[in-house]
Antibody
Framework: EVQLQESGPGLVKPSQSLSLTCSVTGYSITSNYWGWIRKFPGNKMEWMGYISYSGSTSYNPSLKSRISITRDTSKNQFFLQLNSVTTEDTATYYC???????????WGQGTLVTVSS | DIVLTQSPATLSVTPGESVSLSCRASQGISTSIHWYQQKSNESPRLLIKYASQSISGIPSRFSGSGSGTDFTLSINRVESEDFSVYYC?????????FGSGTKLEIK
């Protein structure tokens, strides 16, 4: 069974970088697409980007040049880095798997990241 | 970006009633819409893919319909475990986008 688990700091200071890890078990990240999605307070959901089975990436233009998604295939993990965070980046962050850039059948449990000084 | 508008924002129903939740896209997206249920403190769960395709393990009371710009998620005879928030999401074009959600609550 595919399982995804997010990990990382729950508190980040404004202007710093947010870094999260998604650890995947039961399925190789060298297949399918692996994405990051966040849910803001108030329920708005935002797709942030993905890394594909080949290592190519696609990002939401709303995040401009602040985002980077990378991976470590030897550990079956992929990573999110979001730079220059503000309080508006406070959200629950999810990692998820999709067969193509379409629907997400498998999700991590989510991790709350608060941006505050 | 494709904007998805869900209505109503909140729907109050009695268990046993049947309901329809709406999702409207800002442009035609064929059938590239997917529906999720999210309960408090849980991850979203995929209910329907490509507007009407069922998902293994999802109760048959959930169904979807629509194409183009107008989509509907129907729940036949709502059960107590169904009270949660429902989201639509489009995959017609990047960036992938989500609707703002419909909260299904007990009347």
């Amino acid at each position: 069974e595919v399982q995804l688990q997010e990990s990382g700091p729950g508190l980040v200071k404004p202007s710093q970088s947010l870094s999260l890890t998604c650890s995947v078990t039961g399925y190789s990240i060298t297949s399918n697409y692996w994405g990051w999605i966040r849910k803001f307070p108030g329920n708005k959901m935002e797709w942030m980007g993905y890394i594909s089975y080949s290592g190519s990436t696609s990002y939401n233009p709303s995040l401009k040049s602040r985002i980077s998604i990378t991976r470590d295939t030897s550990k079956n993990q992929f990573f999110l880095q979001l730079n220059s965070v503000t309080t508006e980046d406070t959200a629950t962050y999810y990692c998820a798997r999709s067969p193509r850039p379409n629907w997400f059948a498998y999700w991590g449990q989510g991790t709350l990241v608060t941006v505050s000084s | 970006d494709i904007v998805l508008t869900q209505s109503p924002a909140t729907l109050s129903v009695t268990p046993g009633e049947s309901v329809s939740l709406s999702c409207r896209a800002s442009q035609g997206i064929s059938t590239s819409i997917h529906w999720y249920q999210q309960k408090s403190n849980e991850s979203p769960r995929l209910l329907i893919k490509y507007a009407s395709q069922s998902i293994s393990g999802i109760p048959s009371r959930f169904s979807g319909s629509g194409s183009g710009t107008d989509f509907t998620l129907s729940i036949n005879r709502v059960e107590s475990e169904d009270f949660s928030v429902y989201y639509c999401q489009q995959s017609y074009s990047l960036p992938l986008t989500f609707g703002s959600g419909t909260k299904l609550e007990i009347k």
